[in-house]
C-alpha cells in the first residue's frame, strides 16, 4: 500500500499541474473518441449494406441510368431471386439545406431490405396509393413526418413539384440500420416523366439484386455483366457494400485528414504529459536521489513515476471516456442529423482507453529512465 | 579513536580491535567537461566503532566526497574502502543498496525528506525495505520519535514543521532502521543556532548513550566541537587528526 499512497499524494502534488494535463487528456480522449465516431458514422452506410445484395448499375456512372428491359433480362441469369429498381430523386423539400435521401423503388424493394420494418396495414395503404411513400423513423422523426402528411417536394433531376403522402413509417431493425431516407413508387415517377419528358421514362437508376447463395456472389455479378457487355449500357455489378464503400471512397481524403487529425490530438497530449512528467521529474531529483540512499532502487524509482503518469493518463482517459457518448449525442443533435447512425462503437471505447494507456506509459519512459538512473550524489549535489 | 595513518608505520605488537571504517589510499576524481578534477588523494584513516567524528575543511576539500564514499553513494577510483569489514567499493550496486538500508543512517543539511510524507510516514520508510509487520514498524517509528521529542508532531507534513523539527524527523528516519553507522552532511547548516545546538546535542546522545558511530561533515567550528575527534582535510588531502576531550 505504500508505494500507491506515495503514487497518488504524488499525483495531487501540484493540483493545478495535475489537473491542467487531466484536462488536457480528457479533451484530447473527447476529440479522439468524437473523431473516430464521426470515421464510424461515414461508413455507417457501409457497414450496414448486405453482402446479400447486388447492386447493378451503367459502367460508365452511375449517373448514367439502364434501360427498364434489363430487368427481365438479369431475372434470368443463374442465382439471381429477385430484382428491384431504385432511382435517384435527389429533390429538396423545402430548402436544400433540408438534405435527405429519396428513391423511387419499384413494390418488391422492400422484400430485399428485410432490416425496413413497416407495418403491414402501412405498407398495404403504401401499395394502395400511388403518390404514397415511406418514410424512415430517423426522417419523421426528424422533420416531424407522420402518417397522412403531405411531403412536397422540389425535383431537380425530375422537374416539377411532387406531392408525396406519408402512408408508413420504416423503423430500422437495429440502431445501424440507417431510417433517413424516403422511398415512393417507381411506377409513379415513370409514368409522370413519360408524360413531361418521355426520354427520361423506362431509365433506371439501380437494380438491385437478391441472389440464392451471398457465397456466389461474385460469380453472379461476372454473369449479370456478361449479358450486357457490348451492348450500349455495359453495366458493372457488385455487392451493395461495395457500392456503398465506392461512395465512401469519394470521401477518402477527407477521412483520411479526419483520422490523421485524431492521431495528432493525441501525440499532442502525449508531449504535454510527457512534458508535465519530465518537470515533475526533474523538480524530484533530489527525493529520488534520497530514496536511493536510502536503500530503494531503481525499479521502485522508475514505478513512482510511471504509476503517477498511469493514474493521470487513467483518470483523464476515463473521464473523457465517459464524457464521450453525451457529447456525441450533443454532436449529433448539433449538426442536425448529418449523421444518421452516431453511435461511440465499443472498438472506439477500446482505442481511447489504448491511446490513454499509451500516453500514460510514453509520457513515463524518458522520466522513468532518468529517476531510474539518477546518481545518488549527484543528486544530492553533495560533492564537497 | 580516529586518525590519519601513514601505512608505511610497523604494525604494534598487539593488535588493536577492528576499525568500523577503515581506508586505504582512497582517491577519487571527478569529470568536469574534458577536465579530470582530483577530489580526494591517497587517504588513508580509521574510525573506531562508536566514535564521532567531525570532517572539517574547507569547500572543495572533498570531505562531502569522502562522506559519501563511506557511506556507499559513491564510489573511489582506486583504494580500500571497508566498512564492519565488509569492501563496500565491490559491492554490486544492487547489494550495495541493501547494505546501506540496512548499515547507514542518513542526515542531510537540508533534511531531504519526502514531502508527501507525514513525519510518521517518513520516518517509517526506510522499514518499507525490511521484512518487519505494520505494527512492528509503528511500535519502532513511535519509539523513535519520542526519542527525538516529535511523538505529538507525527502526523504534520514536512512543510508544517520548522527547520529544527524536519532535522530531528530526518535523525528519526536515520536511526529507525538500527544503523551501524550515521552520517551526517552538514546537519547544522540550514539551523539558527538553537536548533543546531539542539540537533548536536541529540547526536551527541546517540553516540553515547546509544553507541552509534557518527560521521559528521562540517565547515562550522562550533557544530565540531560536538565531535570526539576531528579530521581536517585540504585539496583532497587528509592533513591531521585531533583527539578532542569530551568522553563517551
Keep these: ?159 416539377g413539384t411532387w406531392d408525396f403522402v406519408v402512408r408508413g413509417i420504416m423503423d430500422g431493425r437495429d440502431e445501424s440500420t440507417i431510417t433517413r431516407q424516403m422511398v415512393f413508387h417507381w411506377d409513379y415517377l415513370n409514368e409522370t416523366v413519360r408524360k413531361k419528358n418521355p426520354r427520361q421514362a423506362d431509365q433506371v437508376g439501380v437494380f438491385i439484386l437478391g441472389v440464392d447463395n451471398p457465397d456466389n456472389a461474385a460469380a453472379i455479378s461476372r454473369a449479370v455483366d456478361n449479358v450486357f457487355k457490348n451492348s450500349l449500357a455495359e453495366t458493372l455489378t457488385e455487392t451493395e457494400q461495395a457500392f456503398q464503400l465506392g461512395f465512401v471512397a469519394m470521401s477518402n481524403q477527407i477521412i483520411a485528414a479526419i483520422r490523421v487529425v485524431s492521431y495528432v490530438v493525441i501525440v499532442i497530449v502525449m508531449a504535454v504529459m510527457a512534458n508535465a512528467m519530465a518537470m515533475s521529474a526533474r523538480e524530484r531529483i533530489t527525493e529520488y536521489a534520497t530514496l536511493k540512499a536510502l536503500g530503494f532502487g531503481p525499479g521502485f524509482l522508475s514505478l513512482l513515476v510511471f504509476g503517477e503518469s498511469m493514474i493521470i493518463s487513467a483518470f483523464g482517459g476515463a473521464l473523457g471516456m465517459l464524457l464521450t457518448p453525451p457529447a456525441a449525442r450533443f454532436f449529433k443533435q448539433a449538426v442536425g442529423g448529418v449523421f444518421p447512425v452516431f453511435t461511440v462503437s465499443h472498438e472506439t471505447m477500446a482505442m481511447q482507453a489504448g491511446c490513454a494507456l499509451v500516453v500514460g506509459v510514453a509520457a513515463a519512459i524518458v522520466p522513468a529512465v532518468q529517476a531510474a538512473r539518477v546518481r545518488i550524489v549527484e543528486g544530492l549535489r553533495a560533492i564537497g | ?202 547526536l551527541q546522545r546517540l553516540n553515547t548513550d546509544l553507541g552509534k558511530t557518527i560521521i559528521m561533515v562540517t565547515h562550522d567550528a562550533h557544530a565540531a566541537e560536538a565531535a570526539k575527534s576531528l579530521v581536517h582535510l585540504e585539496k583532497g588531502e587528509l592533513l591531521q587528526g585531533e583527539q578532542r576531550g569530551r568522553e563517551a
Design chain 1, 1 to 159: 500500500m505504500f508505494l500507491p499512497k506515495l503514487i497518488a499524494r504524488n499525483a495531487m502534488r501540484h493540483k493545478l499541474r495535475t489537473a491542467l494535463t487531466v484536462l488536457g487528456l480528457v479533451i484530447a480522449v473527447l476529440a479522439y473518441g468524437l473523431l473516430q465516431t464521426v470515421v464510424d458514422a461515414w461508413y455507417a452506410g457501409a457497414s450496414a449494406a448486405s453482402n446479400a445484395r447486388l447492386v447493378t448499375r451503367n459502367a460508365i456512372s452511375l449517373t448514367f441510368a439502364l434501360p427498364l428491359n434489363y430487368e427481365y433480362r438479369i431475372k434470368g441469369v443463374d442465382g439471381v431471386t429477385q430484382v428491384a429498381r431504385s432511382n435517384w430523386f435527389g429533390g429538396v423539400y423545402r430548402d436544400p439545406k433540408n438534405f435527405f435521401a429519396q428513391f423511387a423503388v419499384s413494390d418488391n424493394y422492400l422484400d430485399l431490405y428485410p432490416e425496413f420494418i413497416v407495418p403491414p396495414e402501412q405498407r398495404a395503404d403504401y401499395q394502395r396509393d400511388r403518390r404514397g411513400a415511406l418514410v424512415g423513423r430517423q426522417l419523421a422523426d426528424l422533420y416531424g413526418f407522420k402518417i397522412g402528411d403531405v411531403i412536397p417536394i422540389k425535383g431537380t433531376i425530375y422537374a
Design chain 2, 1 to 202: 579513536m580516529s586518525a590519519p595513518l601513514d601505512p608505511s608505520t610497523p604494525s604494534a605488537p598487539v593488535t588493536p580491535p577492528a576499525p568500523l571504517v577503515s581506508i586505504r589510499h582512497l582517491a577519487k576524481s571527478y569529470q568536469r567537461g574534458a577536465q579530470i578534477v582530483p577530489v580526494l588523494s591517497d587517504i588513508s584513516l580509521d574510525i573506531a566503532a562508536g566514535d564521532f567524528i567531525a570532517l572539517m575543511g574547507p569547500s572543495g576539500s572533498g570531505k562531502s566526497t569522502l562522506l559519501n564514499l563511506i557511506a556507499g553513494i559513491d564510489r573511489p577510483d582506486s583504494g580500500e574502502l571497508l566498512v564492519g569489514g565488509v569492501d563496500i567499493s565491490e559491492l554490486p550496486e544492487a547489494s550495495l543498496a541493501d547494505w546501506r538500508a540496512a548499515h547507514v543512517g542518513f542526515i542531510f543539511q537540508f533534511y531531504n525528506l519526502m514531502p508527501v510524507l507525514t513525519a510518521y510516514e517518513n520516518v517509517e520508510l526506510p522499514l518499507m525495505l525490511t521484512r518487519l509487520s505494520r505494527a512492528e514498524r509503528r511500535e519502532r517509528v513511535e519509539m523513535v520519535l519520542g526519542m527525538v521529542g516529535l511523538a505529538d508532531r507525527m502526523d504534520h507534513y514536512p512543510t508544517e514543521l520548522s527547520g529544527g523539527q524536519q532535522q530531528r524527523v530526518a535523525i528519526a528516519r536515520a536511526l529507525i532502521t538500527d544503523p551501524t553507522l550515521i552520517v551526517a552532511d552538514e546537519p547544522t547548516g540550514d539551523l539558527d543556532r538553537n536548533s543546531a545546538t539542539d540537533i548536536l546535542a541529540m
